[in-house]
């Protein structure tokens, strides 16, 4: 086989219709897969998957289901819970009792209502063959699913994870992504920071915190780069509808995918080999062209399906669930109007393209225009340049859109608006753009502190290193030592290794991230906060800060890659800024697999003396003792940072 990076199609394009990689001759869009052997259990892509309600979910179970039973097992009730033997309700419901089911808000600013619901989610981790791209590989899921089931609550329900690791020889713990997780700190999902990992072949841990945010999210494993192997899937958090649309598609997940297990990539990242991606996917799915591998490969696996009704607006709720990929979405032949960023309602504006980085959410309205029996292409296409790395067979996910009369075999023939030049901005968009509904001017910090990121060696792996007044080290956690446990016992002596930041009393923190790598940006991801972004660019900062009346506020942003010119490297920077008002750790980290790996992570240690002052569960402290004791015999294998 030749070496990385190959031509669009690889060796044997010529066997394959592009850009969906269905076989010469074959002249439909169908799947070659039985059912379960693509994604396992999981219903994501399949043309008949329900909508979503538009109202939120209903506050009883005498409402009919809207998911099919017999195929998908296991599914969560109204309440939540999941059971083998009932489904998941998610009907429109007329509700109205509450903010989390109101049309329009009173106000940009809304106060999170009590509704006193607990919704409870049986959460098995296990390895499992999957097929994605019909190529068959060793994978994680939930529950059977790849991606794995929707989580769902109203905004102020409490959510209860009951997590089980069925992993043989690892650990595992879930972070839910973007819940500010106040009061609740130790159920952040984070092991050597918040927790202990669960133990594997059975272990169990219980984590109940609120759904303190409102909108499109994702939770997914914190155990080393195991999401990346599938273990995530989408959380949907209901609230005030800001934006007028008539249908919830639900959510669209993006994601880079590699035909090696997780462990193997990355064991080649701490030697110094970064892994390019082989595939990208809407809802786990698009086909692979088999004749460019040899290892087994199904063609024609099967791309996602979705149905749209003319005349309609449809929500479509986008989730970056990848480990490397900068995913550029678009739908051929349609606008889409940005509604919301990360957890964060904005002003709405349109747009051909959705830049996302790893970890990031953009929910967006589209109107059908289209065709009553017309198809389309839905892409999601990696970034190009320097933007991500892939082999170049296969960095463009499809995914085919069908009005009601159209006939849902047939291939589209559309094209893409979307230009080169969009393809290969390795950022987000302008921060002119997406301003919040809720508007929150930009206090003047009560200190400042300039973080640098550099890639280099440390005598054995290159990896990276986190530089400040505070900081000269790259992160490896310690799964028996977690840092938010030791300061609430009162012990505030880390590790250099843990890269801990311990901003005092001070208010407001603005920090001035730097970054000298020239290969891969950093969507830079920081827990318990959104953050204000003030300024980004190359070189040095001027002091301009952009909308300091409504900056773009959220809880990852993507910091460019440094420049390589003639007269040196050009770092990059973003300048954000947080208030400290949640005790706890709190990662800031690049949500880049393979930079987390490498050690691009920190950690926040907000106001220690109200840490100790917490009422902990006691089950956090008992998970230790079961890992303690499972590690004293079965070292973990940690090549990685941990995390």
Known sequence: ??????????????????????????????????????????????????????????????????????????????????????????????????????????????????????????????????????????????????????????????????????????????????????????????????????????????????????????????????????????????????????????????????????????????????????????????????????????????????????????????????????????????????????????NPYSTNVVTLSVGQRTDVIVEATGESDGAYWMRSQLGTQRCTLNDGVSPNALAAVYYEDADTNAIPTTETDVTAEQLSTCKNDPLTEGTPLCKIAVADPSTIEKIDFEFRSNGTNFIWFVESSMTNSSYRGDYNDPILLQAKNGDLQYKPEWNVMDFGSNETVRLHLVNHGLVGGHPMHLHGHDFHVLAEGFGEWDGTIINPENSVRRDVHQLQNARNTTEGVIPSFIIIQFTQDNPGVWPLHCHLAWHVSGGLFLNILERPEDIQKQDFDQDVFELCDLWDTYTAENPPNQIDSGL
């Open 1 to 346: 086989m030749p070496t990385p990076p190959f031509e669009y199609g690889g060796i044997s394009k010529d066997m394959y219709e592009a850009p969906a990689w269905v076989p010469k001759g074959h002249g439909k869009l169908d799947t070659s897969l039985p059912k379960g052997r693509q994604n396992g259990n999981s219903y994501w892509g399949e043309l008949n998957c329900p909508r979503l309600p538009i109202r939120g979910l209903p506050h009883n179970s005498s409402n009919g289901s809207s998911y099919p039973t017999a195929t998908h097992p296991p599914y969560p009730t109204v309440s939540g819970t999941v059971s083998n033997s009932v489904n998941i309700t998610v009907s429109v419901s007329t509700v109205t009792a509450t903010a989390s089911s109101t049309q329009t808000p009173p106000s940009a600013c809304l106060s999170m209502p009590d509704t006193g619901i607990t919704r409870t989610y049986e959460m098995n981790v296990a390895y499992q063959t999957i097929a994605p791209d019909g190529v068959t590989r060793n994978g994680l899921t939930i529950n059977g699913q790849y991606p794995g089931p929707i989580v769902e609550a109203n905004w102020g329900d409490w959510i209860l994870f009951k997590v089980t690791n069925d992993l043989t020889d690892e650990g595992t713990a879930l972070h839910a992504h973007g819940l500010f997780q106040t009061t609740t700190s130790w159920y952040d999902g984070v092991p050597a920071v918040a927790q202990c990992p669960i133990t594997p072949n059975g272990g169990t841990f219980d984590m109940l915190f609120r759904a303190d945010r409102y909108g499109t999210s994702w939770y997914h494993s914190h155990y080393s780069a195991q999401y990346s192997g599938g273990a995530h899937g989408p959380m949907i958090i209901y609230g005030p509808k800001h934006a007028e649309y008539d249908i919830d598609v639900g959510p669209v997940i993006l994601e880079d995918w590699f035909h090696a297990d997780y462990f193997t990539l990355v064991n080649a990242t701490m030697n110094g080999r970064f892994p390019p991606s082989n595939n990208n996917l809407i809802n786990g799915k698009m086909n692979y062209p088999c004749a460019n591998t040899t290892l087994p490969c199904e063609p024609n696996a099967g791309v996602s399906k979705f149905k749209f009704q003319s005349g309609k607006k449809h929500l479509l709720r986008l989730i970056n669930a990848g480990a490397e990929g900068v995913q550029k979405f678009s739908i051929d032949g349609h606008s889409l109007t940005v509604i919301a960023q990360d957890f964060v309602p904005v």
